[in-house]
Nanobody
Framework: QAQFLESGGDLVQAGGSLRLSCVAS????????MAWFRQAPGSDREFVAG?????????YADSAKGRFTLSRDSTNFNTMYLQMNNLMTEDTAVYYC????????????????WGPGTQVAVSS
C-alpha cells in the first residue's frame, strides 16, 4: 500500500502563497490518480484537487478554482505539488494527499491510505 508524506505548510498572511508537496512511497505517475484533501478544525475532510492517473485531467473544488494548481513533478515520479495563491483565512486547514489506483474520487471513504498532513494557517 502506498504511503504519503506532505510538507510545505506554514503560517501566511491572507493573499499570500504556499506550495505544498506530497511524496509517495511508490511511483505515482501513470499508476495512480492523486488527490489533495483538507480538514479544517471542526469540519469534515474535503476534496481540494485531483489529477487523473495519466495526468491529462485535473479537478478542483469550487473553492480552489482559479487559485490552486495541482501539478506532478516531471522528473520525480513519486511527487506532486499544490500551488496555492491568494490564500484566504478559509483555507486554514490540515492538507492531506492520497491516491487511488484508478480514478479521482471526491469522497474520503474511497481512499485507504493517507499521509500525516501538513498544517496551513492563513491569518487576516
Amino acid at each position: 500500500q502506498a504511503q504519503f508524506l506532505e510538507s510545505g505548510g506554514d503560517l501566511v498572511q491572507a493573499g499570500g502563497s504556499l506550495r505544498l508537496s506530497c511524496v509517495a512511497s511508490v511511483r505515482i505517475t501513470g499508476n495512480y490518480a492523486m488527490a489533495w484533501f483538507r480538514q479544517a478544525p471542526g469540519s469534515d475532510r474535503e476534496f481540494v484537487a485531483g489529477v487523473s492517473r495519466d495526468g491529462s485531467t485535473t479537478f478542483y473544488a469550487d473553492s480552489a478554482k482559479g487559485r490552486f494548481t495541482l501539478s506532478r513533478d516531471s522528473t520525480n515520479f513519486n511527487t506532486m505539488y499544490l500551488q496555492m495563491n491568494n490564500l484566504m483565512t478559509e483555507d486554514t486547514a490540515v492538507y492531506y494527499c492520497t491516491a487511488d489506483r484508478y480514478n479521482v474520487k471526491r469522497n474520503t471513504t474511497e481512499y485507504t491510505s493517507w499521509g500525516p498532513g501538513t498544517q496551513v494557517a492563513v491569518s487576516s
